[in-house]
């Protein structure tokens, strides 16, 4: 079982209000993977211990995002005995994990579904633009909402910048473009933009109206991400950043849609 399938199940496992029975989880994991009912004793044992690594990791990464924190009604309702004797870890949804999984598995609030579409939707994001969605993700669910707008600027100039690397060439002033790059993304982005415009009944259809996606979003990711990064007076929340990192979802599919009808 992949990584991303099973925390989408640990998900839903809490999702579905069963905050205590992680032992359950586990078995039930185990028992619902085909390779185990025809597996030898040792790799049975091998794929149990595969799937309790993984879920040691999901369920690691729910606490340290603050969706899961330990459970201290556990000692008042439970026996004295029963804990003595029971494997179960006392965990519980906090009000900001029932934020989360209340989601509607698309958005970015979900740890799951917002990293998962991305990468199946919008194809043609480099390793490194990933990088830096992932950190830009992680620290969001961290609420280091500075941290992550800084890193979710870095995604957005580095596929820009790839974008008007790989299309200046199908311009007229291609060489001119490539030297404003070299002096700063802003001045390359600029100089691209004012290019497609005086070129535009030469592109594609529906070039015009992939643009308008582009535009407002590269700015205004690149002067939220400079205030964030800058000693300035500027708080940044998370309806800030989520709204940015949902923004960017849109924008890249745009940029590499161009990207590629312009080929």
């Avoid at 194809?123 to 609420?143: I, P, Q, T, W």
Wanted: proline residues 3%.
């Amino acid at each position: 079982m992949d990584h991303e399938t099973l925390r989408s199940q640990v998900v839903r496992y809490f999702q579905n209000g069963n905050h205590w029975s992680l032992a359950r989880l586990f078995e039930g994991l185990a028992a619902a993977n085909p390779d185990i009912c025809y597996a030898t004793d040792q790799r049975r044992d091998q794929i149990k211990d595969e799937i309790a690594s993984q879920v040691t990791a999901v369920v690691h990464e729910m606490l340290r995002c603050g969706i899961l924190a330990p459970d201290l009604r556990y000692h008042s309702v439970v026996s004295h005995e029963s804990r003595q004797s029971s494997h179960e870890i006392p965990l519980q949804i906090t009000e900001y994990g029932r934020q989360v999984l209340e989601g509607d598995g698309d958005a970015v609030l979900d740890p799951t579904g917002f990293l998962t579409d991305l990468k199946g939707n919008t194809r043609g994001l480099s390793k490194m633009e990933l990088s830096y969605l992932e950190e830009s993700v992680r620290a969001f669910h961290l609420h280091l909402y500075r941290a992550s707008l800084v890193m979710l600027g870095g995604a957005s100039e580095a596929l820009m910048a790839r974008v008007i690397k790989g299309t200046s060439g199908k311009l007229p002033d291609g060489a001119k473009i490539m030297g404003e790059l070299e002096k700063s993304i802003l001045s390359g982005f600029r100089a691209w933009r004012g290019s497609l415009d005086r070129n535009r009944r030469h592109l594609p259809a529906r070039s015009g109206e992939l643009l308008q996606s582009v535009d407002h979003v590269f700015e205004i990711i690149r002067l939220c991400r400079n205030e964030a990064a800058h000693p300035k007076a500027v708080d940044v929340d998370r309806l800030e950043v989520q709204t940015l990192l949902l923004a960017f979802r849109r924008y890249a599919r745009a940029l590499l849609q161009l990207k590629r009808s312009m080929r």
